[in-house]
């Protein structure tokens, strides 16, 4: 049952997401890719979730969003002061503070001293570290939980490397939503 006070946050959040669809200028994910974060956080009932690169908060926000509907919680991590302080700002606007803890620095350490565990991790930072994320995020991710990273369709030599070891990986099913151009990998812990 669906309380007011779900309901306005609901509507305050896809206000604010209709609304600046199109004003994203920090690296952001397109609104479809938001979209497909939220629908597996929530389909899956996933309470613990991390995000690699929040940039100015947009992925931020869909899986926050989530988060709140099934009581979970969010450890986002950004290296640059002024796009977190930014992502903070949006959070607290929306009402969305309870389900996220920011923190801010190198992810290459971050990741490994991170505790766990989680049950849906989003990659979105540098892609030559894609590969090391997982396999320092990988013990700490529990089985049916998600590995998902952003811009896999890219051409680089770290995207190349991290999908040809995902999907080679034998714990791990793998498919790409085209949700976007960017594509983003979704690799399901059997
Ligand atoms: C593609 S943007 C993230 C966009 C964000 N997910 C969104 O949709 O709004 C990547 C971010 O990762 C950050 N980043 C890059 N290398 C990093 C590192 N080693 N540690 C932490 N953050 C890093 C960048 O500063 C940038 O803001």
Redesign the pocket.
Known sequence: QTSSKDKELDERVQKFLDENKRQ?R????PYE??QVLFDLIVNNNYKSAL??????????IWIAWALSKTGGKLIT????DN?QKE?KANIVKLGLSEYVEFRL????Q?VKEVKGPFDFV?S???KD?YVQYFKDIHPKLKRGGRFTA??VLMSSSGIREFMEYIKNHPEYNTSIARSSSSGISISLKK
């Open positions: 994203w920090s690296l952001n994910v890719d938001g995000e690699i690169g929040t940039s100015t908060g947009h992925s931020t991590m950004e290296i640059d796009r992502a620095g190198d992810a290459h971050m989003f979105d930072a540098d570290w952003h811009n």
